[in-house]
Nanobody, 115 residues
Framework: QVQLVESGGGLVQPGGSLRLSCAAS????????MGWYRQAPGKQREWVAA???????NYADSVKGRFTISRDGAKNTVYLEMNSLKPEDTAVYYC?????????WGQGTQVTVSS
């Protein structure tokens, strides 16, 4: 049963922008804090950003001031607006609840920042 589906990744030059989307099942979206995570090649998966049902946000220091997480209750969708992208942002990006549940991991969406 697919419950979280990420999209919106791609290839972008340094300094560019992308917006990722995560479509969630209503059950997950309405109950939980939602978050974005990423996994770069050869590295462990790391938490990037989170948003509560009430819209309170929190970010990893590495993306603070550049990324913005938001949620749309009408669409059960979580977004990640990424600006001023750097090569070190290259990773597969995933959404999940916070704290994550292993069974919720989806396929993720690849973000590559390169000139």
């Amino acid at each position: 049963q697919v419950q979280l589906v990420e999209s919106g990744g791609g290839l972008v030059q340094p300094g560019g922008s992308l917006r990722l989307s995560c479509a969630a099942s209503e059950r997950i979206f309405n109950i939980n804090v939602m978050g974005w995570y990423r996994q770069a090649p050869g590295k462990q998966r790391e938490w990037v950003a989170a948003i509560s049902r009430g819209g309170i946000t929190n970010y990893a220091d590495s993306v603070k001031g550049r990324f913005t997480i938001s949620r749309d209750g009408a669409k059960n969708t979580v977004y990640l607006e990424m600006n001023s992208l750097k090569p070190e942002d290259t990773a597969v990006y995933y959404c999940n609840v916070v704290p994550f549940r292993g069974s919720y991991w989806g396929q993720g969406t690849q973000v590559t920042v390169s000139s």
